[in-house]
């Protein structure tokens, strides 16, 4: 086959996929001409990503709700409120950072589950339990708070979560060495397990894409990340936020897609009672996906409030939304059993560069929310019309 | 003017691939009672719908005379305005609402923009009254029982001017009392002047109110008899019911090797508490090794309901009596604890909870056991599409690649992709639900084929199926089920279409 004609019908088959990634690259590559190239500069990449953090491992555990067709609204205050419980764990106990962040992650399951008893086992709708639920802990993120305001947190090793970058080990040429090596290292790590997965393929005698195009493919994909930890190794390197973001897609991901828990839990989105016949049991997937919802809700808080130094009283204002609106943007659909978790961190990504570009551009703040919400109106009206092509 | 108050000529209507009526007509006189009698599938309800304006005109060929004139229905409103009601077997009302906002609703009773309330509840009163229905109109629909309900129905019809009703199969979910308080209003409404079609199964009571009876027989008139005339007796009706005879579809088994029991229920019941009543009722059944047992049955006869209580029972119906797999008793809990049994139980209805329509097929077969393509819960990806090409293969599934989404795929495919997930998992006992339903007769063939081939390779087959061709032209044995219990077991040699009919319209 041609290799035009076969790279052409990948893009085609694919085109929902790629369509969020054409999307990013638009938009960044508008903001960059716009901004005289200011909006590709280290620092506003570096400082953009980590802003995305919080609202991205939401996004994750957002898309999997959705994918089972639920909800969840009680992720922001959740956040806050846990981020709130950190800080004083940290100021007034005295609880070293080794033993807070696990505690906190062991709550944000909790919460997550009892949202899920709520839903799988009582059966009330998912909108309504979180809603109570985002009642619930937006009044207790001001009971504990409200003694003190803001609780400043003067823990460096914690603060460095959300501020803190990897050691640089070295400098070399301005550029940050460990950064480098990690960059490196991913890329090999990815083209390793590309050759393997090609080699698996080819001892069962599948057909695989033409040389050509897996070559191609590679060199896209490593040249991204080259770019990016390039970018970000020109600031100070790669941060302690965009490793934790990193690592949880990477879970998430090798979750939903290589695991028999993921298909079950794309097997319960996509039609509960097929699955349940299927000998699936959609109570306990209920309870897995809002558990982990909670876990990501704690990291989130630890992010937001490390990242902030401190907790305030209106921690986690609206964050559900933005992760909703995150994943919606990756693609998610609320019918079910569609949507990926790289979509959900692009979508957040997206969100961000919004942001970030319009910052840069000085746009005000009322114009900033009517363009989100377009972008966001465009990308389900997108992903509607391609899945009614293929239908 | 001729005293015809409908004629339907020459209808014929298509669907994709399936020619659902040919060339019917039918006919109804002024204030008669006419029966309208067919297999399941044999177009009776399309053509109701023909004439109710939901397959709109145009869509369909031929021409409907209503009084005389020709109709053109474009939507269920016009039927409704002609003087068409209809009455549906699951019935449209609305269980939270009271009586008279229901025998209202979409007709209300208004005073400019305004609902006139106190009117509303004046004109309920008296079209309860016509329907001998002594309830409060103010009482909610939930409140009563499934025969009152019907005659809610009734009264919503009569609210508007209804000339000619239309009710489909409309005792299947009433005992015997309230059936026979329905006939009789049937009767007295026929004195009224209001003519009736009526669906049903149950001939006893075709015999006992019908005038006249039409049967059908796939998607063609076969006659129409008279009551007058002495023509509708219950042999002449289930003789032109199932009429045609047995093609040769079938494939033949070359020897039957019949084992022991691997299955055996003894005393089986199954009680539905959103129902509030048995849809199981003291079956004992038995199915042996490499042995097909056919359940024949009409539809809601609980045939479905008991392959649901036996496959793990997921509806969570109340059980009782024995179970017993390869002679040990066993209580399934779950249905992960029935596949691990060895049941697998392919479904009547593919799209709504068979199959995952937006996956692809190598997912969909996997989807029951995912143990099979996987170690310490991680996926072998390519062991997947290594599986699902087998099956592509074996069961010779068409699609253009594994990629597939299921839901594009015609019918029969779909049918053999969920043939496909359950075949992967291993089971002793396949339980097959109408698995030839709405599919076209190669893939039948091709099916059929698959079964045979099944049994020879030591499983047990459960066919539950409304085709009276298939139960007779697949089956080793056959128990027949109405009103969820088992009404008669007979060897095939012994077997014909009338003896199953008879006993399943009992």
């Known amino acids: 086959m041609n290799y035009l004609t076969e790279a052409k019908q990948l893009v085609k088959a694919n085109i929902r996929d790629y369509g969020m990634y054409i999307a990013l690259i638009v938009i960044m590559l508008t903001f960059t001409i716009m901004t005289n190239g200011l909006f590709m500069s280290s620092r506003n990449i570096s400082n953009l990503l980590d802003s995305a953090g919080y609202i991205a491992v939401l996004a994750v555990g957002m898309t999997l709700v959705i994918v089972i067709r639920h909800i969840d609204l009680s992720v922001g205050f959740v956040a806050g409120f846990l981020g709130a419980i950190a800080a004083i764990f940290l100021t007034q106990l005295g609880v070293p950072v080794l033993v807070t962040i696990p505690v906190i992650l062991v709550f944000g399951i909790i919460v997550g589950l009892f949202n899920g008893v709520l839903i799988a086992k009582i059966g009330i709708p998912s909108f309504v339990a979180t809603l109570a639920g985002m009642l619930i802990f937006r009044g207790a993120l001001l009971q504990v708070t409200e003694k003190t305001g803001t609780i400043i947190v003067n823990d460096d090793q914690f603060n460095a979560i959300g501020n803190g970058f990897i050691p640089s080990i070295m400098q070399v040429n301005g550029l940050h060495l460990l950064s480098l090596l990690v960059g490196i290292f991913g890329i090999v790590l990815y083209i390793y397990s590309e050759l393997s997965n090609r080699k698996d393929k080819v001892k069962y005698g599948f057909d695989v894409p033409s040389k050509a195009i897996f070559i191609t493919k590679m060199a896209i994909v490593s040249a991204i990340i080259g770019y990016v930890t390039w970018i970000l190794a020109g600031y100070n390197g790669f941060s302690w936020t965009v490793v934790i973001m990193v690592a949880v897609v990477i879970l998430y991901h090798f979750l939903t897609t290589k695991t028999v828990l993921g298909r079950h839990i794309y097997a319960v989105g996509s039609n509960p009672e097929a699955a349940h016949l299927s000998g699936i049991n959609v109570e306990k997937i209920t309870y897995i996906v809002f558990g982990s919802m909670g876990m990501l809700a704690a990291l989130s808080g630890i992010l937001f409030t490390a990242r902030l130094q401190s907790a305030t009283t209106t921690a986690g204002t609206l964050f559900e939304l933005d992760a909703i609106a995150a994943a919606y943007v990756g693609g998610v659909s609320s019918a079910g059993g569609v949507g990926k978790v790289t979509g959900a961190i692009i979508g957040a990504v997206v969100m961000a560069s919004l942001s970030s570009g319009m910052n840069l551009l000085g746009v005000g703040i009322s114009y900033q929310y009517m363009i989100r919400g377009s972008v966001l109106a465009l990308a389900v009206i997108f992903d509607v019309m391609t899945r009614k092509q293929r239908a | ?506």
């Not at chain 2, 059936?179 to 049903?200: F, V």
């Open chain 2, 1 to 506: 003017m001729s005293s015809y108050i409908l004629e339907m000529k020459d209808i014929s209507k298509e669907f994709p691939g399936v020619k659902a009526l040919t060339n019917v007509n039918f006919k109804v006189e002024k204030g008669e009672i006419h029966c309208l009698i067919g297999e399941n599938g044999a177009g009776k309800s399309t053509l109701m719908k023909v004439l109710s304006g939901v397959y709109p005109h145009g869509t369909y060929s031929g021409d409907i005379l209503f009084e005389g004139q020709v109709q053109k229905f474009n939507e269920i409103n016009d039927s409704v305005k002609a003087g068409i009601g209809i009455i549906y077997q699951e019935l449209a009302l609305f269980p939270d609402l009271t009586v008279y906002e229901n025998i209202f609703a979409g007709n209300e009773v208004s005073k400019g923009p305004l609902v006139d309330w106190n009117q509303t509840i004046v004109q309920a009163t008296s079209m309860l009254k016509k329907v001998k229905l002594h309830v409060a109109p103010e009482t909610l629909i939930k409140d009563l029982g499934v025969g009152k309900q019907q005659l809610v129905e009734i009264a919503k019809a009569l609210s508007k001017d209804v000339k000619l009703l239309i009710l489909d199969e409309p005792t299947a979910a009433l005992n015997e009392d309230d059936s026979e308080n329905l006939l009789d209003l049937l009767k007295e409404l026929k004195s009224q002047g209001i003519s009736c079609i009526m669906i049903s199964h149950k001939l006893k009571e075709v015999i006992s109110i019908a005038d006249k009876a039409t049967v059908l027989r796939d998607g063609k008139t076969i006659c129409t008899l008279e009551a007058e005339k002495g023509e509708i007796t219950e042999s002449v009706i289930i003789k032109n019911m199932v009429g045609r005879d047995i093609e040769d579809i079938y494939p033949k088994r070359p020897d039957k090797n019949i084992g022991d029991a691997v299955l055996k229920l003894d005393n089986w019941s199954a009680y539905d508490a959103q129902l509030g009543r048995h849809v199981v009722e003291n079956v004992n059944l038995e199915v042996k090794k490499g042995e097909i047992v056919g359940i024949a049955g009409l539809m809601g006869s609980g045939r479905t309901e008991l392959a649901l209580s036996i496959f793990g029972n997921p509806k969570k119906y109340k059980l009782q009596g024995n179970m017993h797999i390869h002679g040990a008793p066993k209580a399934l809990k779950h249905t992960s604890e029935a596949i691990k049994a060895g049941i697998a139980y392919v479904t009547e209805d593919r799209k709504g909870d068979g199959l995952f329509l937006l996956q692809d097929i190598k997912s969909n077969v996997s989807a029951a056991h995912l143990k099979g393509i996987s170690t310490k819960g991680v996926l072998n990806l390519n062991e997947e599409v290594k599986v699902g090409t087998e099956y592509k293969n074996s069961l010779y599934i068409k699609a253009s690649s594994l990629e597939q989404i299921v839901g594009k795929l015609s019918g029969g495919n779909q049918q053999k992709v969920s043939l496909g997930k359950w075949l992967f998992t291993g089971p002793k006992i396949l339980i097959l639900d109408e698995p030839t339903r709405g599919i076209d007769v190669g893939a039948k063939f091709e099916i059929y084929s698959i079964m045979n081939q099944l049994i020879n390779e030591g499983m047990s087959i459960i066919m539950i199926s409304s085709e009276l061709g298939e139960i007779l032209g697949m089956s080793d044995r056959i128990y027949v089920m109405a009103e969820g219990k088992v009404k008669g077991e007979m060897a095939i040699e012994e077997a014909t279409q009338e003896n199953i009919m008879e006993l399943a319209t009992q």
